[in-house]
C-alpha cells in the first residue's frame, strides 16, 4: 500500500493481515484482527523500512469495505492517528463475497480396472490363502500361481457354460476377542434378566423381583425390582437401584431410564463418572478435516490456497509451544458426588439438581463444589451450573452465582480462578482472569490486576497456532496498561510485546519480536521475574529467511533495541542497530571432493547516543556499512578411526563509516587468508566400571590455525567482542565473536577427549575433556589500543588449561564441572561445579558453585537448590543463590561485599485429591534495590488452582522440580 502522509510525503507499508469475520447480516460481515508487516516512511529512518503491528477492524457490505487501523501515540510527537481507507472486493466464482480460500477437493479414487483371462477348470479343492488339498493326497503348500479363481457354474441361459469368479472363496474367521457392537449398529442387542421371581408379558412388560438384575452390551442394572419395557426398551428399578454403564457407577433408591436413548432420571443418586478424554465427535471430526485439508495440498498449493482450516491442538493456557510429534494421551478424569436428583438428557449428557462435585476418593470430602443446578455435557467436556460453591475442609472458600469449569482438563471459555498475592513493590495483588477460547486453535486471556500500592493494572495475552501456505505459523500478543500509578505520581504505564513465527513450504519463514515499555523501572517495579528484573535491553526484531535453495540460504534482519536505565549507578550502554543486516550462507559437501562454502553479510549499523561514558571516559561510536565476504575450500579425509581435514579461506571486510573520530578514514578494506587443519583420531577398548560392562573411548585432537597480522586498530567496534574461552572456542579460527576484529594466528590446539557409553543402548554415562592451545607467535590485535599490554615473558606461548567433566558419577548423582588454569601465575582464573541429585520425582537437591578471576566480570557465588520431603504429606523446596563479589556484569548483582541475588522458600502440602503451596521470594532488582513477594495457591485436583500461581517460579529456580501430585494437565492455567 502507498499512500500520502500529514508531512505530503509518499509512505509505503506491505506485510500480512489477518482478520476474524463475522455475519451478523446477510451480506454483512464485521472484521477485527490485525496488520503486520514493514513501513518506510520519509521522517522515520528516511525511508529505511521498520516492523510494524496495528490492530484492524473492518465494516463491509457485498464487495464494498472499509478498513481502518488505529496507531498509538509514541515518542516525539507521533502516533495517535486513525487511518481509514476502503477496498472493493472482485469475488470468486460461485462463492459469497468475503469466503476464505479452501484447498481443493479431493480426487475421487477410481477403482483400478481388472481383467482376467480364460479360467481351466480344476478337480482339487481350493482353499483361500492356504494349502491346495489334492484328492487321495496329503496338504501340501503351494504357489499363489498355483491357485485360481473358483468357477462359478451358470444358472441361466449363457455363451459360456462356467464365469470365473475373480474373489476369493468366503471362509469364516474366528475372532479373538468379542467386540462390542457399534452404537449406530442396527442389530438388536439382546436383553439378560435374572432375579428370584420373574413374570408378565415378555413382548410388553416384563417385572423381576429378588436382587434382581439385567445385563445388556455396556450396561448392568440391578435392584430389588426391575419392571422392563421391551418396545421402549426402558427399565425401571426400585429399591437399592445400581446402575454400572463402562465405568460410571450411580445407586440410589428409584431410577428409569431407556437403555438406547439414555434419558431417564435417578432419584437421591450417589455417582461416580469415570471418562477418557473424547477422541470422537467434533473434535476428532475438525482433526481429520484438517488433516485431510493438508494431504490435499499440493507443492504449489501455497501460491492459492489461503489459510487451510483451523486445526484443533492440545494447547492449554499459558502454552508457548507446541510439539506435533508429542500430543501423548490424556489421563482421564474420576469425579464422584451426589445429588437430590439425575435427570439422563442422552448419551454423555447428565444435569443434577442440588449436587456435590469432587475428585477426592471416596470417603474423602476434603473438598468439594456445590451447585443448584450442574450439567454435565462430556461431548463438549464442559460442565456449567448455577449458585456455585467451593467447600475446602467443610468451610466454603468461594461462591459464585454461575459455576463453569472443563471436563478432563479441556480448554473452556470463562473466569479463571482468581489469583492473590503480595509484594514489598506493589503491596497486596489480587487477578480475576478471564480465559476467551476463541477457536480451537486460537484463545486469549484477560487479567484485570488490583495492587494496592500502584492502582489496577490491565493484562490482556493473545495466542494464536495454525496452518498456511503449506507450513505454519504461531504466535502471542502480549499487552499490559498500569494507568494513574500512584506510586508515580499518577504516571500512565504500559508494556506490549508481539511475537510471530511462520514457516511456508516454498522455503520462506520469518520471525517477527517486538517489545517495547513506558519507562526504565517497568520491569523492576511490576515483575516479579529475575529474568525481567534484570532485562534493560528490549529486542524489537523482524527476521526474513530463506531456505528453499537446498545448499544456500538468505536472511534479512532488521534489529534494534529499547534501552533501560534502570539503575543510575550503573548506566546501561546503547547497543548498535542493525538496519538492515542482510546474510548469506552456502555450502557444498561435496563439491569437487571437497568441503566448500561461502558466507556473506552486509550490515549497517547505527547508534541512537553518539557519545557515551565507558568507565567515566567519553567515547565516540560512530555510524557505519560492513561487507564482509568469507569464502572456504575443505578437503576432508575420514576413515572409520580418523580424520584429517585441511581448510583454507579469504576473509575480505569493506567498512564505510560517518561521524568518526578525527583521524579515521571514511572507507577501511582488509583482507586476510585463513588456514587451519583439523585432526583427531578414535580409539575404544572394552571397560569394566562398577561391575557393569562399558565402552571407554579415547579422542585426541589437533587443530592448527594460521593468520597472518594486519592493522585493524581504525576499524570501530560495532558488534565484536572477546568470546569466551571454553572447548568451543579454543576449536575456532578467531578468538573475537562478531567480524571487526581477527587475531593474527599460528598456533596449535591439542585437546584430548575420553567417554563411557553404554554398549546396548549408546547412552553416554560421562565425558572427561583436557585441552590447551600453544601459540607460536604472539597475538598483536586487541579490541582496544589501550587494551594492548605486551609482556617480557614467555606467559604469550601458552594459554591456560581447560578441563571439564559431566556425567554419572554415582547411581542418581549427576556432575558437572569445568576449570581454567594459567599455569605461569599457578593460579585458577574460573572454576565451576554443580550437583544433581534425584533419587525419584519429587526428591531432588542441586549444588553449584561458580568462580571467575577477571577483573572486568569477577563471580564468586554459590547456588544451592532443592524439593524433599520432609514427612509423608509435608514437602520443602528452596533456593538459595548468594553472590559474595560481582560487581560489573549485571546491575541486579552487584556487590563489593556479597549479597543475596535470590533466594526461595516454600512448603507444599499434599492432601490426596489437593496441594496447598506457600513459597516466599526475595531478589535483588538494582544494587540498591531488593523486591519481596510471597505466593500461596490451593490446587483442586483436576478442577482448578486458586491463589498466586508460583510453579512456573519453583520450575525455573529449581532444577528437576516436579509436581507432588502430578496431575496429567491443569483446567485453568496451563504448564
Known sequence: MAFQDSHFKPSYTGGYQWKAIWRPAEDVRLGLGYLAGLMSRSDILSYVPFPIVFPVASVAYKNFSLEGTYIPPGGDNAGNVLFIWAKWEMGKTGEAIGTPAQPAPPTPTEMANASFGPSTPVTRQRVPYGPVLEPGSTPRLVSSSETVPPVVRATGRRDEEEVPDPLPSLVLQPSR??????????????????????????????????????????????????????????????????????????????????????????????????????????????????????????????????????????????????????????????????????????????????????????????????????????????????????????????????????????????????????????????????????????????????????????????????????????????????????????????????????????????????????????????????????????????????????????????????????????????????????????????????????????????????????????????????????????????????????????????????????????????????????????????????????????????????????????????????ADFNFAQIFSENQFSGWDRINNANQLTAAMTTRLIEPSSGNEIMRAMFGQRFYFTRNKVELNASTSTPTEDQSWQKSDVLAAFSGQILPKVYADAAWQYNLNDRQVNRFSMGGHYRPEPGKVFNAAYRYNRDPNAPIDQVDFSGQWPLTGRWTAVGRFNFSFKDDATNTSTATQNGRLIESIAGLEYNGGCWVVRGVAQQIALTQDKTSTGFFIQLELNDFSRIGSNPLNLLKRNIQGYSLINQPAADPVFGE
Open 177 to 722: 476377542s468379542m467386540v462390542t457392537p457399534p452404537k449406530d449398529s442396527a442389530v438388536s442387542r439382546p436383553v439378560f434378566l435374572s432375579a428370584y421371581r420373574m413374570g408378565g408379558d415378555i413382548d410388553r412388560e416384563f417385572n423381576a423381583e429378588g436382587e434382581a438384575e439385567l445385563r445388556k452390551i455396556g450396561t448392568v442394572v440391578n435392584a430389588d425390582r426391575l419392571t422392563y419395557w421391551p418396545i421402549d426398551d426402558e427399565i425401571e428399578a426400585e429399591g437399592n437401584a445400581r446402575l454400572e454403564q463402562g465405568e460410571d457407577l450411580i445407586t440410589g433408591p428409584k431410577m428409569r431410564l431407556k437403555l438406547e436413548d439414555q434419558v431417564g432420571f435417578f432419584e437421591q443418586p450417589s455417582y461416580t463418572i469415570k471418562r477418557q478424554p473424547s477422541s470422537g465427535g467434533k473434535a476428532k471430526a475438525e482433526t481429520e478435516s484438517t488433516a485431510l485439508s493438508a494431504e490435499q495440498q499440493d507443492e504449489d498449493s501455497w501460491l492459492t490456497s489461503g489459510f487451510a482450516s483451523p486445526q484443533v491442538l492440545d494447547i492449554k493456557p499459558g502454552q508457548t509451544s507446541f510439539d506435533y510429534s508429542k500430543q501423548s494421551p490424556r489421563r482421564a478424569t474420576v469425579a464422584r458426588g451426589e445429588a437430590d436428583r439425575i435427570d439422563f438428557e442422552g448419551e454423555n449428557q447428565v444435569r443434577m439438581t442440588n449436587a456435590t462435585y469432587t475428585t477426592c476418593e471416596p470417603g474423602n470430602d476434603d473438598w468439594y463444589a456445590k451447585a443448584g443446578s450442574l450439567k454435565l455435557d462430556y461431548d463438549r467436556e464442559v460442565a456449567e451450573g448455577t449458585d456455585g460453591t467451593v467447600y475446602f475442609l467443610g468451610t466454603p472458600i468461594l461462591y459464585s452465582p454461575w459455576l463453569s469449569f472443563s471436563l478432563n482438563n479441556q480448554r473452556k471459555s470463562g473466569f479463571l480462578a482468581p489469583t492473590f498475592g503480595t509484594s514489598s513493590n506493589r503491596g497486596i495483588e489480587l487477578a480475576m482472569p478471564y480465559y476467551w477460547n476463541i477457536a480451537p486453535n486460537m484463545d486469549a486471556t484477560i487479567a484485570p490486576r488490583v495492587m494496592t500500592k500502584r492502582g489496577v493494572q490491565l493484562n490482556n495475552e493473545f495466542r494464536y497456532l495454525n496452518t498456511a501456505f503449506g507450513g505454519t505459523y504461531r504466535g502471542e500478543l502480549h499487552a499490559e496498561v498500569l494507568p494513574n500509578d500512584r506510586e508515580r505520581n499518577g504516571e500512565n504505564r504500559y508494556g506490549y510485546s508481539v511475537q510471530h513465527n511462520q514457516a511456508m513450504a516454498n522455503g520462506f519463514s520469518g520471525v517477527i519480536n517486538y517489545g517495547r515499555v513506558s519507562d526504565d523501572d517497568y520491569f523492576t517495579d511490576l515483575s516479579s521475574q529475575i529474568s525481567h528484573t534484570s532485562q534493560v535491553n528490549i529486542l524489537q526484531q523482524g527476521v526474513l529467511s530463506y531456505g528453499g535453495g537446498g545448499w544456500w540460504n538468505a536472511t534479512a534482519n532488521f534489529q534494534q533495541y529499547q534501552t533501560l536505565q534502570p539503575d543510575p549507578e550503573n548506566p546501561t550502554l546503547y547497543p548498535y542497530q542493525l538496519l538492515p543486516q542482510f546474510t548469506v550462507t552456502a555450502r557444498r559437501p561435496d563439491l569437487y571432493m571437497t568441503d566448500t562454502s561461502f558466507f556473506g553479510q552486509y550490515t549497517n549499523f547505527t547508534i541512537k547516543e553518539r557519545i557515551q561514558n565507558v568507565d567515566g571516559v567519553p567515547t565516540l561510536y560512530p555510524d557505519g556499512q560492513r561487507t564482509v565476504l568469507y569464502p572456504q575450500v575443505a578437503l576432508p579425509y575420514v576413515t572409520p578411526g580418523w580424520y584429517v581435514t585441511p581448510k583454507i579461506g579469504v576473509n575480505v571486510r569493506h567498512y564505510e563509516l560517518s561521524g568518526q573520530a578525527a583521524g579515521t578514514p571514511g572507507s577501511i578494506n582488509t583482507t586476510l587468508p585463513i588456514f587451519s587443519i583439523d585432526s583427531g583420531m578414535t580409539f575404544e577398548r572394552p571397560s569394566n566400571w562398577f561391575g557393569r560392562d562399558y565402552t571407554q573411548t579415547l579422542e585426541p585432537r589437533l587443530f592448527y590455525v594460521n593468520i597472518p597480522y594486519k592493522n585493524q586498530e581504525q576499524i570501530p567496534i560495532f558488534d565484536s567482542g572477546l
